[in-house]
């Protein structure tokens, strides 16, 4: 495969196969990457061969799910294991969803899938990269089992207290409680074990086997039967975080009513409605598809993409979002993208990989939970035996001791306590209508020091109106004409202003020759065979054409926030337009919060410096940086970054991407209808509602709070305990109360982020 027709061929041929859901064609490496279903790669294979062409399959990824895998000592597991195999290249852990994504060398991925089953785990494949399904809740089993274990295991106790029967009796209840309830905790433990892995399920075994050993029978069953109910809940609330994102998908209706070949109306699954289809909406219905309005006047509640409750207007032309919901009147779209490509789908798929890269905080735990429980390990080992060797402590009492502490050994509270608080406040986030892409941006958006805010479309919507039309010199009435037929030819939003106005007015544009825009200055074409100029002062200079007067008048419109361009022959300056654009009323409120926060404000604009300052006045901006070329917007963020703060950029994404990528955080604004921005951006807003960057900090400080009061509740009362354990005034009761408390009280508080 080396030329397009080539790459043509194959794409119309493996874009019919239902396996196939997105293609990249690489012709200089001869690569092309193929995202399919699982196991769909041999027919691929087959069906390029047909073509007369070998494909030879590189390395593929595959997203395997397992449900029990939800606790980092069980990731290490795999990963030590796994790593190992041959033809495995690099393995992706996302424990909050249980997602592990394997890219893997083609017959690599069944031996694997062996491997992780032989651990203990079941291992599901997802199917390609399809719609996401709904994560299923932690399955049910088995409750009636723990009820059992738990009536045994307070018969054992309650018979012992009482001791009205021989300790047989007891031992035997007791026994039936552990095995009822701990059997999986059990043969979790000893795979871990026979891993060299120190996991909670092993911790228990040993404890609880050593605490049947030294004939503490009840508690014995107590505790292991407490483990299991605590684990269980324990699961059950992170379901709750973990669904948090998904339920944001819950919000698409499953069906759709399109339009068919015959006219007629049929209500079908949205996964089945084609791209170009027609779709019907009755007022009050949720929207089920992107598309474009084809008829009809309505407006749409933006808000469970936007956050911003505001109806948002729509007819002819707009944009719709699957997952909004269609108000007052009745539409037809045109679909624009499958259910499985929505924004609402990518928004979601953006969130769940931003969750499976780890934040700074969560390596940090990591990282210690990795020394800690192997060193709490070898310390409870001293514990059991050299009291009693050296100092003349009893044994049992001692190996007591020591059982205990391989249950404060457990780090699941602290490990657990980052990742649970993260998750929350990215789905917080995402709720308002703010796309966090990684717990990075939203651990660090509280250190943000430096704003750098782009101006147009940023704090002014972007859409401006011509104010002023001078003419600089005679023969006036054909300036406007010629002006407004460069302007045409231009996207620029200063050029479309000037050629709708003169549009307005009735003025046909002319034929342009040899059009060329020139960045940061304007546009220039050869109309009726003279060359002609439509730009700003800078393309004034260039050109030799600047005068006093023209000086002042430049001035006295850019005194007044307006934005002044010329039109220009060889020779001379011949009119000039003025066009204004209005700032959003929530820029001020927004920039007044960031101030309170102590973040400095700075505007980087490619408009000139007098009307940068004076919509900067208006807005409350520190400061205003004019007349920037996008290098210079990129070099004063580069400057920024060297002063040691920590500098936010926030654009449209047009001409500040490398801006806006160099920045620490770059927040992309108005992004519900850019797919770029989604991508691309750190922090995309999805309207163009600036104050979302204060409520942003805001959630990014919230965060940090309870970051910080879980690995604080975490360690403290483990350390407590580990001190109380060795001075002998904890039994094992007590510290499997502490632990599984603990890591209950981390998650729930974790959990109040989703109510931010
Ligand atoms: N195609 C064009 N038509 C008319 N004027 C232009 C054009 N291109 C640039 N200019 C002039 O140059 C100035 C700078 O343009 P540039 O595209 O760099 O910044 P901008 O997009 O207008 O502002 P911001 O940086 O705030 O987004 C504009 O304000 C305008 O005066
Ligand atoms: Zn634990």
Redesign the pocket.
């Known amino acids: 495969m080396c030329c397009p027709t080539e790459e043509g061929l194959i794409r119309g041929k493996l874009q019919h196969l239902p396996e196939v859901h997105a293609m990249q064609f690489n012709l200089l490496n001869r690569t092309l990457l193929v995202q399919h279903d699982a196991g769909a790669a041999p027919l691929l294979i087959k069906t390029i061969a047909s073509l007369g062409m070998q494909a030879t399959p590189l390395a593929s990824e595959t997203r395997v799910r397992i449900e029990q895998m939800d606790?980092p000592t069980e990731e290490r597991l795999i990963s030590d294991k796994l790593a190992r195999q041959p033809g495995i290249e690099a393995l992706y852990f996302n424990l909050m969803q249980r997602v592990l994504t394997i890219r893997h060398s083609s017959d690599a991925l069944q031996p694997a899938l062996q491997v992780i089953r032989e651990l203990g785990f079941t291992p599901q494949l997802e199917g390609g990269e399809g719609q996401p399904t709904a994560a299923e809740p932690t399955p049910d089993g088995r409750p009636w089992r723990l009820i059992i274990a738990g009536i045994a295991a307070f018969l054992a106790e309650l018979v012992h207290f009482t001791d009205t029967a021989p300790q047989w009796v007891v031992a035997l209840i007791a026994l039936g409680a552990i095995l009822t309830g701990g059997l999986e905790v059990y043969k979790k433990g000893w795979i871990a074990l026979k891993n060299f892995n120190l996991n909670?399920n092993a911790?228990m075994s040993i404890a609880v086997t050593g605490a049947v050993l030294i004939g503490q029978w009840p508690e014995a069953a107590m505790v292991m039967v407490l483990?299991a109910i605590?684990?269980r809940i324990?699961a059950k609330s992170l379901d709750r975080a973990r669904n948090a994102i998904r339920g944001l998908l819950a919000l698409t209706p499953e069906r759709a009513t399109v339009r068919q070949a015959d006219g007629s109306w049929q209500a079908l699954d949205v996964a089945q409605v084609g791209i170009g289809s027609v779709v019907r909406l009755r007022p009050g219905e949720r929207i089920g598809l992107d598309g474009e309005v084809l008829a009809g006047h309505s407006t749409v509640d933006q808000s469970p993409i936007t956050g911003e409750s505001l109806p948002i207007e729509k007819s002819l032309g707009d944009p719709l979002f699957a997952g909004t919901i269609n108000q007052s009147g009745a539409l037809e779209y045109r679909v624009s993208a499958a259910a499985s490509n929505s924004t609402l789908s990518r928004i979601i798929k953006a969130v769940e990989e931003a969750q499976g890269a780890r934040a700074p905080t969560q390596r940090f735990v990591d990282r210690f939970a990795r020394i800690y429980t192997p060193l709490v390990f070898l310390l409870s080992l001293a514990v059991a035996v050299v009291p009693p060797l050296l100092l003349g402590g009893g044994w049992y009492d001692w190996i007591y001791r020591a059982l205990v502490l391989l249950?404060v050994a457990?780090?699941?509270?602290l490990v657990?306590s980052t990742p649970v608080s993260i998750v929350s406040g990215l789905a917080a986030a995402a709720r308002k209508g703010i796309l966090v892409k990684g717990g990075v941006y939203l651990e660090n958006g509280r250190h943000i020091t430096h704003l750098a805010l782009d101006k147009t479309g940023t704090l002014t919507h972007g859409k401006p109106v011509q104010t002023d039309y001078r003419p600089l010199a005679d023969a006036a009435d054909t300036y406007i004409k010629l002006a407004a037929s460069l302007a045409a030819r231009s996207d620029h939003p200063v050029s479309q202003t000037v050629a709708k106005a003169a549009q307005e007015q009735g003025v046909t544009p002319d034929e342009v020759q040899g059009f060329e825009a020139l960045p940061g200055r304007g546009v220039r074409g050869v109309i009726d065979g003279r060359r002609y100029q439509l730009g700003n002062r800078r393309l004034l200079t260039d050109l030799g054409l600047r005068s006093a007067e023209i000086d002042s008048q430049l001035d006295e419109l850019e005194q007044q926030g307006k934005t002044v361009i010329v039109l220009s022959d060889d020779a001379r300056a011949l009119g000039l337009f003025a066009v204004a654009d209005t700032l959003k009323a929530s820029s001020r409120e927004a920039i007044a919060s960031l101030h309170q926060m102590g973040i400095k404000t700075l505007m980087l604009t490619g408009d000139n410096q007098h009307t940068a300052q004076a919509i900067a006045a208006q807005v409350g901006i520190d400061e205003a940086r004019g007349d920037l070329l996008p290098t210079d917007k990129l070099a004063t963020v580069e400057k920024l970054l060297e002063q040691n703060g920590v500098v936010a950029m926030v654009g449209d994404g047009i001409n500040d991407a490398p801006a806006l990528a160099r920045a620490d955080i770059g927040f992309a604004m108005a992004a519900i209808g850019t797919d770029t921005a989604i991508e691309t951006a750190d922090v995309a807003i999805m309207d163009d509602d600036l104050r979302k960057i204060p409520s942003f900090i805001r959630l990014s400080q919230q965060t940090a709070t309870i970051l910080k009061q879980n690995i604080a509740l975490a360690l403290g009362i483990k350390m407590i305990f580990l001190a109380m354990t060795i001075t002998g005034q904890v039994t094992m009761w007590m510290a499997v109360f502490a632990?599984?408390g603990?890591?209950l009280l981390v998650v729930f508080n974790g959990l109040r982020l989703l109510r931010k």
């Open positions: 606790c909670i911790l483990f605590a684990e324990e249950v457990c780090p699941c509270a657990i632990d599984v603990v890591s």
